[in-house]
């Protein structure tokens, strides 16, 4: 039986998921086929009763579904519902389990591709939407000594750090009020849409990383293009870097290694991922 998984979500037409899990089934010897499932709001329900069919092994939920899923799944993963979106969804005997990777996905990128362990480190988030939900949680459970965020939207950045503060009382979570002059972060993160292609803001820079210290790590969600205009100011002024890329490959290699229970093989999956973006590269 070819198993079948998918992306849940409303467009899907651009996600790079189909391109790297594809290949990671294959690269695994597993028989089964990785698919757009496009699915407008009033969809949802359906679809999600969909994956109960016993060739379903599970699936990715991407915007704008990630919280509208979670009361139609039959189990929550306790760090999913902390978040209050889901990106994964297993599935297993029937039954549907809820799971965020996005956070957890940057706490291995962090790790793995810039050597950086953020336990008792300082961080700033730029931005307040689910992405940086995802990662502020992540980060304050492994240990981060400051979380401060700073939003375009100053509620929503407020309601995020009241959000930190509640789950982990022992981190240090504040608003910071202003970009034009910041200093005493180990790591900044781009957790807005700024500088991505096709946002209307390619070329823009979300903040300026000659305004960190010099160790500071500048990193970015934005993974297309690769080599975002921040990550290149960033590098230009000597900073070290992490980019949007090894977030992506890791959410869904841990989304994967949840799927089969085998490791992920997440070479094969950077390189896939690497291709699909040339080939959708703007002329
Ligand atoms: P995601 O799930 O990808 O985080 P989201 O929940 O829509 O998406 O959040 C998008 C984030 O990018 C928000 O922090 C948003 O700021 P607002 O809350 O003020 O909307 C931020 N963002 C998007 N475009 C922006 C821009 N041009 N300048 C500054 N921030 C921007």
């Not at 969804?89 to 956070?103: K, P």
Request: contains cysteine.
């Amino acid at each position: 039986m070819t198993l079948r998984l998918g992306i849940i979500g409303h467009p899907v037409a651009h996600s790079l998921s189909p391109a790297f899990q594809q290949a990671a089934f294959d690269a695994s010897g597993i028989d089964a086929r990785y698919e757009r499932w496009d699915t407008p709001p009033a969809a949802l329900a359906d679809r999600i009763r969909s994956l109960r069919a016993p060739d379903v092994l599970g699936a990715n939920v991407t915007i704008p579904h990630k919280e509208a899923v979670l009361p139609l799944l039959d189990e929550l993963d306790p760090f999913a519902r902390l978040v209050g979106a889901v990106n994964t969804i297993v599935g297993r005997d029937g039954r549907l389990s809820g799971w965020n990777t996005d956070g957890p996905g940057f706490l291995r990128a962090l790790r793995d591709s810039a050597a950086f362990e953020p336990a008792g480190r300082r961080f700033l988030l730029v931005g307040a939407g689910g992405a940086a939900r995802g990662i502020g949680f992540a980060l304050a459970r492994a240990g981060a000594a400051v979380i401060a965020v700073w939003n375009r939207t100053p509620e929503r950045a407020e309601a995020l750090v009241s959000d930190l503060r509640r789950a982990f009382p022992a981190a240090t979570c504040e608003v910071q009020s202003s970009l034009a002059r910041f200093r005493g972060f180990d790591a900044v993160v781009n957790c807005t849409s700024v500088g991505m292609e096709g946002s209307g803001t390619e070329g823009v820079l979300p903040f300026d990383p000659e305004e960190t210290e010099s160790h500071c790590l500048i990193a970015d969600i934005v993974y297309k293009p690769e080599l975002t205009p921040l990550l290149r100011a960033a590098e230009a002024a000597g900073r070290p870097v992490l980019g949007g890329l090894p977030m992506l490959i890791y959410q869904g290699a841990l989304a994967f290694e949840l799927w089969t229970g085998k490791p992920a093989p997440v070479e094969v999956m950077f390189a896939a991922a690497r291709a699909a973006l040339r080939a959708s590269v703007r002329p």
